[in-house]
């Protein structure tokens, strides 16, 4: 059981916790690999998707999950929806909720918005990425895959590189792997680090080569233009030269290591199409075992909500 009604961050979140997000998703993966998706966990339940930005992994993963658990999944896209004509959050998020809405699932960019929704709507509320803040399942889908590949969380050593600052997949996933033992190196530009994220327990440093040595998991960090108001970096070869991931710089890395990326990739920027499609490369199995942990937090955030009548 999770403690909260809502998932809004791994900061608050106890290892035990997601320890069961990831035990309950090795079961659903069992569903999503079989020739039957279909289980009765969200019969009668409602899943809205509240999306104020873009997204293909994310939103689509969810209404997958939704819908392989015989769930009602809809979608609110904000450019298609009455926030164009200025309704406020608040207001969208209690129209869904008197809709009878049991779980909704928000991107937005503005750091905090879920924890706002979540505290106006009597439905669950999943985070799927606020600003700079936190993409909790996206980190969960990340652990999923570490510890699957590898056995275990505790005591990896996970290189995370590129634009931290912009980075909500990074910040989750610092939680999220501090608090299961791993320990965690970042590695980017100064000018896209942010200040004291070292307080988080974690290694800095801007010399990439030095993250990847001996790391058990290289994770590339997208690019995020659309939320640089300035230059942070002064052109993408020299991004590519002194931050990319290359096969050089991965070679690096202790034998066997995972390479992984939350998507989409900027090919040959952040990383090269050599290591995006190389063997090491978990890019493609993060995206399914997304499904199998979103498919495990709809479960549990619905079975902790009374059915109608009490039943
Ligand atoms: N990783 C991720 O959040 O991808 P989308 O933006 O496509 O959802």
Do not use: W
Request: hydrophobic share 40%; glycine share 8%; proline share 5%.
């Amino acid at each position: 059981m999770l403690k909260s009604k809502d998932l809004l961050g791994l900061r608050h979140t106890a290892p035990e916790e997601i320890h069961e997000i990831l035990n309950t998703a090795e079961l659903m993966k069992v569903v999503i690999t079989s020739n039957n998706k279909k289980t009765p966990h969200l019969q009668g339940r409602s899943v809205m998707t509240v999306f104020y930005e873009n997204s293909t992994r994310t939103r689509l993963s969810f209404e997958l999950a939704c819908k392989y658990m015989s769930g009602t999944a809809s979608n609110m896209s904000a450019p298609a929806s009455s926030v164009t004509k200025g309704e406020t959050l608040v207001d969208t998020a209690r129209t869904l909720d008197v809709m009878g809405t049991d779980v909704m699932i928000l991107r937005h960019p503005m750091s905090g918005a879920p924890h706002l929704m979540a505290r106006n709507v009597k439905a669950a509320v999943i985070n799927a990425g606020d600003g700079t803040n936190e993409h909790p399942t996206q980190a969960l889908l990340d652990m999923y895959t570490m510890r699957e590949r590898l056995g275990g969380l505790k005591g990896l050593r996970v290189a995370i590189v590129g634009d931290v600052a912009h980075s909500r997949v990074a910040r989750s996933n610092v939680y999220g792997l501090t608090k299961m033992g791993a320990s965690v190196v970042l590695a980017g530009p100064p000018t896209l680090m942010p200040p004291r994220i070292g307080e988080l327990g974690v290694e800095v440093t801007d010399r990439v080569d030095d993250a990847v040595r001996g790391a058990d998991v290289v994770m590339g960090l997208r690019i995020q233009v659309e939320r640089q108001k300035k230059g942070l970096f002064p052109s993408v070869r020299e991004y590519r030269k002194y931050f990319g991931l290359t096969e050089e710089r991965v070679a690096l890395a202790r034998r066997g290591a995972l390479v992984m990326h939350p998507g989409p990739i900027n090919r040959g920027v952040e990383i090269s199409t050599a290591v995006a499609d190389s063997p090491e490369s978990t890019i493609d199995e993060q995206v399914t075992n997304g499904v199998a942990v979103r498919m495990a937090l709809l479960f549990m955030l619905t079975r902790q909500k009374p059915e109608i009548g009490g039943i």
